[in-house]
Structures are given as structure tokens and as C-alpha cells.
């Protein structure tokens, strides 16, 4: 059983809502949709560090919706530098594997604008200005889970969280069980805090609140709202929030030159990146994408010519910056109301203007800047790239889950997502957590032995029990 707060906006549950003929050729009308579904964490006046000018948390936003963010992300799936960026918590030999099963369940590929012109233009041109690069860290194709349709290859099919459910998501079997605007205020740990005894769940649609028994439970709801339901549910380990990372986001946008074309009206984006390597702790993506709120469209300017460039940064995990919990003041959903305390150490800061440097060299081989996009730091920063508040680690004292993504100390209690990653990172962090999310799964069937016709009543996951 499944249960997510907010409602289901698709046929199927949890679909990329770009797959719709009328987001999928303008990145204006697509941001215009997704604006009214990020929904800001915290009240602007109360979040720390605004001031700073390379990163500020003010634009923390979850999206309340049957597959979450995964309605309307980018899906650009990179795999994490193996001694930059990625956690020693799990053993070196099984990240490939991982990697190799999460890029399977995400469909992610690097062929999806390969016939692309701008494309083309765009990787030539890097390739030949960053020529030191050695493979396989050089300017290459970005890895997408999205995949052109084969009877229209105008059209693309962005991975959502339907892909992943498969044939789940049709609804056809009673193994799985989706309940939508249903949301979970409260995990009822037993007297000695050693397990969950049930799940305190709101139906939006009714007004009950009903209690959810299961044998095992997972909280997957975002590297904010995940922490958030752990200390309403009065389980606060000493990390719990701490350790927070977000990626600073160099960007600037792009003319490229007009002789380097014709590009055909209806050709798809560029999709080029340049991964983190030893050396360059910034991950670096050069695509168009949804404009930020201080971009003016210029008629005169033919968008095909266009590319955005942007540069995510990569800050140190530092225990001092944390997403912290009101105790006498709630959020619209009832829940204790989240702040932000976060700043820049010196070597982050020194490392963001490396960054920036590298991205006007990346912009200079391209092209001139468009009128208006010239390099800045988006403030306030919407990589949406939130890690760390709720750590994998080996130790209790610094982390919050054990290798096996379980809460330390609660043996039916999971956690997945953005949140559980304690490493400082650069490039997009889902493939990641998904790798992550397999393991952990992993580990939970293995431990449920028997089949699952034999179990008892009460370990069948979700029982609903009116309250
Ligand atoms: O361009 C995207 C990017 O791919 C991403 O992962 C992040 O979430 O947001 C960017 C847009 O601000």
C-alpha cells in the first residue's frame, strides 16, 4: 500500500505531466503549469542566509501530487563520481550494479536528441575547447530517462513514476494498493521505540483518519517533508535535518552562432554535459529548460539558437546546516513547520567561483550571451537538489539510516530519496537515490522469508483500520 497527500494528476498514477501533446514543444507553457505545484516549505522571513549572494533556500518547495516531483523533473540522470561525490556507506563493487538497474527501471539513455542540430553544434564545440578532458569524464551526451515515441518521434516520453510502477500502475491486481490525497501525519512508534505499531494517515477525501498496520514501513516524501513526518512522529535522532548540501547553479544563456545552423523548426534540444571529475567538482548541463522568473522572452530572438547553460556546484556536508522543525507553529497540512539554517563555508565559496569561471569559458566556445542571461547565480537557488537531512552512514551519532536505508534503532522503518545521500554532490541526485531505493528494497524482501501467502494478517503490507 501507497498512500501520498497529494492528488493523482494522471490516468496513470504519477505520470511526467510533459508526456501531454501541450507541454511538450514550450518550455514557457510547461513552467507556467509546474509554478502552481511547488509549494514553498517555509515562510521567506523565516529562513536564514538570504543575504548570501551564491546560494539561498528560499525557493524550498515540495510538490504535493502522486508521484511528486517526478510529475514534471528534468530527467537528467547522471551517475555520481565514484571518489567526488559518491558514499563510501555502500560497498564500491555494487554501486555499477545498482547504477546499471536504476538506469534500466528509470529508462534512462543518452540517444534522445542524437540527431538533434543544436545538439551536434553544441558537443562539437565543447568537445574541441575542452580537448584536455580525458574519457570518460570529456563533453558527452546527457543521460536522460526519456525516450522519443516510436510512432511519433516528434514526441518524447518522459519517465515518471508510472515507468517505474509498470504494470502496477494499471491497477489491475490487488499486490498493490494506491491511495491518493491520503497523507501520513504520524508513524506510532511501540513503547520502547524498537518498531512502527502503525501509520496515523488523513483521508483528505473523506475527513477520517484512519491507522495503517503493516509489517514494514517506507517513507519516501522528499529530502524535507521526509525528516518532517520522522520528528512529528517524535523519532529525532541527533542528525535528524543536519548535514544539509544544495547546489549552488551558475547559469547563463547562450546565442549560438547563426552560421553554425540551419536548424529544422521542429528539432529537438540540445542535451550535453560535462561530468564532475577530480579537479572540477561541478557538474555541468548545456539544454534549454524551464525559464527562471527573471527571464523576458525577446520576440526578436529565433529560439532555436538558444541554449541554457547550467553549472551545479557542489558544497561540503557540514553539521551546522540544517532544515530544522517548529514545535509551536504548523504548516497548511498540520505538520511542524520547517526553517532553514544554511551558509557557505570558505572552500565552498572558492569553489562556486571556480565554477563560474569555467562556465564563461564553456559559454565563450558556444556563442554570445543572450541579452538579459548573462552569467549569474539563480538566487533563490532551484537545482532542488536538497541531500543529507536524512544520511546513510555506519555511524548512529552522524547519520540517520544504516547502509540498508533503515532508521537506525527502528527495525521496520525505511527511508528513500534525495535525503538519505551524505555526501557532498554536484550532478543531479536521483539515479542516485534510486540505486539507493534498489538496495534498500533489496534488503527488505531478503528479510521477509516467507512467501508472502503464508504470512500472518497483520504483516500483509497496509491494513487499513478505521480509527
Ligand atoms: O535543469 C534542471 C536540472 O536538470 C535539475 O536537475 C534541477 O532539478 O533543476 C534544473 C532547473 O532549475
Redesign the pocket.
Known sequence: MMVDAGPQLSRRPGEHLKNHLAYQHSHERFGALIRGHLHPLSPPARVAGLSDQLISLDAGVATYAVGG?ATH????TPRHHPTVERSQAIPATEWDTLYGHAEALLNTRTDLTENAISHQVVLDALTAEYAELADPYGVQPLPMAAQRRTDNPRLVRWTGMDTILGPLADGDTDAFLLREQHQCTRLVPATDGSRIEYAEIVDHITCRTVKVEASTYVVACGAVLTPQLLYASGIRPPSLGRYLTEQP?AFCQVLLRDDAVPIPLDDLDPNVWIPVSPGRPWHC?I?R??P?DDMVTDPDVDTRLVV?L?W?GLVDPRPENRVCFSDTTADVWGMPEAGFEFSLSEDDRARQHRMMADLRRAAASLGRYLPGSEPRF?LPT????IAGTVRMGSDPDTSVVDPHSRVWGVENLYLGGNGLIPTGTAS?P?LTSVAMALRAANGILASRKQPSTERRAHERPGILVPR
Do not use: A, E, K, S
Open positions: 516531483m523533473w528534468t530527467g537528467v547553479v548541463q539544454h529548460d524551464l527562471y541554457d547550467r551545479f539563480i532551484l537545482p532542488l537538489h543531479n536521483t
